[in-house]
């Protein structure tokens, strides 16, 4: 009886080792499939956070050149602003009609070095109904409120003009520097009209150098 009780228990002995061998590989293979499943996942995990590292830094080198470049343009801006600035300040002085005033005589003087030799602008305002020639009572009158610009000798000659309000005025090109003695003209309403009917020319009024028209407008005296 007893060699059947130790024999059933080597039996279920050897049993138990032979079902312990079998698993071991098993359970190996699983483990070493999970470690290498991590592994791999570790791996893609790092790719994918080199990739984002490379496409932030790519991000932010073009938004620092982008910065770079917006400064400077800015900074670009900012001169040619300062510059602006600084010649409109040369102006600042006068009004507008001074200004207009030298840009006029500027252009159209007749003067070819207009600030030689010349001391002072005249202007003189002829408004509406004026007559063309003060000095005749049978003068034409002129239609529209008009300028007339004067250097100080009669050689410097004249401008007279009539401004459109929008960069051009109208240039009264017969209108001399003054009349002679209206008795020695038997026609002078005749010859008035003519001054302010014919060979009117419409001009762009230039801006001008900003240091000229300014050094024209400090020299404008009014006159009657």
């Known amino acids: ?19 312990c061998s079998n698993e071991t590989p098993e359970n190996n293979k699983t483990e070493e499939k999970s470690v290498s499943t991590d592994n791999t996942s570790n791996s893609d995990k790092d790719k994918s956070e080199n990739h984002n590292d490379n496409k932030q830094n790519e991000q932010n080198t073009e938004q620092q050149t982008t910065n770079t ?7 670009s801006d900012q001169a040619e602003n300062d510059s602006t600035n600084e010649d409109q300040g040369i102006l600042n002085q006068y009004n507008n009609e001074e200004i207009e005033y030298a840009r006029v005589w500027d252009q159209l003087g007749p003067m070819k070095n207009n600030m030689d030799g010349m001391n002072t602008l005249y202007v003189k305002k002829l408004p509406k109904g004026s007559k ?35 960069g051009t005025i109208n240039v009264y090109k017969k209108v001399p520097y ?47």
């Open 178 to 224: 003054n009349w002679r003695d209206s008795s020695s003209d038997a026609n002078m309403k005749e010859a008035t009209t003519q001054a302010i009917e014919e060979n009117v020319e419409t001009v762009t009024v230039n801006q001008g150098d900003d240091q000229t028209i300014a050094d024209l407008a400090e020299k404008i005296k009014y006159s009657n």
């Open 1 to 19: 009886m007893k060699k059947i009780i130790i024999a059933t228990f080597a039996m279920g002995l050897l049993v138990l080792l032979a079902s």
């Open 69 to 75: 470049n917006s400064n400077e343009r800015n900074q």
């Open 132 to 166: 063309v020639n003060p000095q005749a009572e049978d003068s034409a009158v002129y239609k529209e409120d008009v300028v007339k610009l004067e250097a100080p000798m009669r050689a410097g000659g004249s401008v007279t003009y009539s401004s459109n309000g929008d």
